[in-house]
């Protein structure tokens, strides 16, 4: 397959994964998820917005007994696929592509949903370059983690769990309320502060998002850094 070598150094690491032009590369935010990920044996799990595979590898490797990994992303299939063969946990993941659980039915229900689809906003994404589609999570970044959360719900079985990411470069707040709303539990899991380039903070861009209240950026000295925190949330009301 064609695409680029990525060394993943995170949690179970090193392993070494295929990344192409449309996959997302693995981030800070995936290394923090992966860390706070718990998985018990023989648990269901559906990784949305799986981009490599690596946190559906993961899960594997941890002992579940089944994952569903779903990404937008055209060569999902292939990459996903090429991985988990490499890394020896094939057996256990399936791979779709598709809009969110659109591609999976509709009674599908597992112990634990890993929700980490993409969520900062458009304008920043397409500045960025950091996903291959340019699209970010809607216009405040918060939009589409909403729709997730939302449609995550009817995918839980009883007890189970979803893993969350969110960060100061989006809508947090808006996320957050959505999902206290929605479920009964929400507790954060990890926060960790992350270098924002100074390229990116200093754009007209990222000014545009601080003044319009979307993201929030602190700054140290010369250098700027934003928080991202990984969040475990159960039982849908
Ligand atoms: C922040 S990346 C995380 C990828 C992977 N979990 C990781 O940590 O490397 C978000 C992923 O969500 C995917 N995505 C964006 N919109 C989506 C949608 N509507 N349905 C499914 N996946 C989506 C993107 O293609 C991207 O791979």
Not at 37 to 56: H, M, Q, R, Y
Not at 166 to 188: C, F, H, P, W
Request: net charge negative; charged share 20%; with cysteine.
């Amino acid at each position: 397959m064609d695409g680029e070598k990525f060394n993943w150094k995170g949690r179970l690491g090193p392993m070494e994964l295929l990344v192409s032009g449309a996959t997302f590369t693995p981030s800070t935010i995936t290394t923090i998820m992966a860390k706070d990920l718990t998985i018990n044996s023989g648990e269901s799990v559906i990784d949305v917005g799986c981009g490599s595979g690596i946190l559906s590898i993961i899960a594997a490797k941890l002992g579940a007994g089944s994952v569903i990994g779903i990404d937008q992303s055209p060569d999902v299939v292939d990459v996903g696929n090429y991985n988990a063969e490499k890394l020896g946990v094939a057996d256990r993941i399936r791979f779709y592509q598709g809009d969110l659980f659109s591609p999976i039915p509709e009674d599908l229900k597992v112990d634990v949903i890993i929700g980490d689809v993409s969520g900062i906003p458009d304008t920043l994404a397409n500045y960025t370059g950091w996903f291959p589609s340019g699209k970010g999570g809607g216009t405040r970044g918060c939009e589409l983690p909403i729709r997730m959360l939302t449609d995550a719900a009817a995918h839980l079985k009883s007890g189970g769990r979803i893993y969350l990411p969110t960060g100061t470069l989006q809508d947090e707040n808006k996320i957050l309320e959505a999902a206290r709303s929605m479920y009964r539990n929400v507790d954060m899991l990890a926060e960790r502060k992350i270098p924002f380039p100074n390229e990116f903070a200093e754009s007209d861009v990222a000014r545009e998002l601080i003044e319009s209240g979307t993201i929030s950026i602190a700054s140290r000295g010369t250098r700027y850094l934003w928080i991202g925190r990984a969040w475990l949330i159960s039982e849908p009301y």
